[in-house]
């Protein structure tokens, strides 16, 4: 019998957190991708464990969100680390996940976020948006650089690589670890449930529509430099070849958010997901308060009331994101590397 690890917390309940042998600033900085052809260029940020205690400054300003503290440009500890590469949400960004990069560099690693073209905040031509495909090839594209010589400022452990994605991430996160598409599947699914949000979704984008974008989609898209995986509460496991999800042997760590704000149904999405996987080694963690938005940052006083203003629906976001929320990226930090230390 398939055994895995799961927990369900109750409650949430902040836990004391993880020890990390050795605590440093967070370090940060731009990076960008080329892409030969001009395409597919990838623009994103770095952070990075660094000794450097100042200039202190802030990652980024916003009205909404609350910044992290961050030392740009700083010289990067003289070693060699472990890599994490995160992949943002459907119309999301870089700095979606800057309070997990920045906490997870100041306790060793080095933290890569792109912003996926066609699917990101400011990036939403139409065609990027339909390859579709192009996702899993960015993070492999981004490791392409990380362990070339001088690809990055910082040395990377080429044998410690691991990714973490949130939503549509998460698609692109199970796609590297050898998740195939199936067109089929996904019609067979959405027939039956012609309500759920990724099938609106994935019609809306005319994914693998026609035969060449399906054998795009249905190609193996794995990489496999890629030692363990993240998932933040995923969306589009009914996109995935069900056999082919049997087939995956690599560790990963699946966050369930069963709070209902988002669309998503976790009895089709996670759970379903976490019930195929066939790794004694995956780990399920749905802690009962947990929503979609709380991979998002952490909400300023005042954040829900403005976008409730400007962006009439968007205020969802920063439902109980304030110090609600900052206890969940605690647990969430602290799990993660819990999760991937030693691999």
């Known amino acids: 019998m398939k055994r895995f690890s799961i927990v369900i917390y109750a409650a949430f309940v902040a836990v004391a957190p993880f020890a990390s042998a050795q605590s440093y600033q967070a370090g940060m900085t731009t990076l960008e991708v080329q892409d030969p052809t001009g395409r597919r260029d990838l623009e994103g940020l770095l952070w990075y464990p660094t000794e450097t205690d100042s200039p202190v400054d802030v990652d980024f300003e916003s009205k909404v969100w609350v910044s992290n503290t961050v030392i740009k440009d700083a010289t990067p500890i003289n ?3 472990p890599l994490i590469v995160v992949s943002h949400g459907m119309f999301g960004n870089a700095y979606n996940q800057a309070w ?3 906490a997870m560099a100041r306790r060793g690693y080095a933290v890569v976020a792109i912003n996926h073209p066609g699917t990101s905040t400011w990036l939403r031509d139409p065609d990027q948006r339909r390859a579709l495909w192009e996702r ?10 990380a362990t070339s010589p001088e690809g990055l400022p910082v040395r990377i452990d080429d044998d410690r690589i691991f990714m973490a994605g949130h939503s549509l991430g998460g698609f692109t996160a199970l796609a590297l670890a050898g998740a195939r598409f199936d067109r089929d599947h996904l019609d067979r699914f959405c027939d039956s449930a012609p309500g759920e949000l990724t099938c609106g979704i994935f019609a809306d984008w005319e994914i693998a529509d026609t035969r060449g974008d399906r054998a795009e989609m249905e190609a193996d898209l794995s990489d496999s430099r890629i030692r363990a995986f993240a998932l933040f509460d995923l969306g589009g ?4 070849d069900p056999e082919s999800i049997t087939q995956i042997i690599r560790p990963i760590l699946v966050f369930g958010a069963p709070v209902a704000n988002s669309g998503l149904t976790l009895d089709v999405e996670s759970r379903a997901l976490v019930a195929a996987l066939p790794s004694e080694t995956v780990r399920y963690i749905e802690p009962s308060t947990l929503s979609h938005f709380d991979f998002l940052g952490q909400c300023k006083s005042g954040g829900y009331e ?10 969802i976001i920063c439902d109980n994101g304030g110090d609600s929320r900052a ?6 930090v602290d799990e993660v590397t819990r999760f991937i230390e030693g691999r």
């Not at 496991?237 to 995935?240: E, I, R, V």
Request: glycine share 6%; net charge negative.
């Open 79 to 81: 070693e060699r680390l």
């Open 327 to 332: 206890a969940k990226h605690q647990m969430i």
């Open 136 to 145: 899993p090839k960015d993070i492999s594209r981004v490791i392409d650089v």
């Open 100 to 102: 997990f990069s920045a």
């Open 237 to 240: 496991t009914q996109g995935f």
């Open 306 to 315: 403005l976008l409730a203003k400007e962006e009439p629906g968007d205020e």
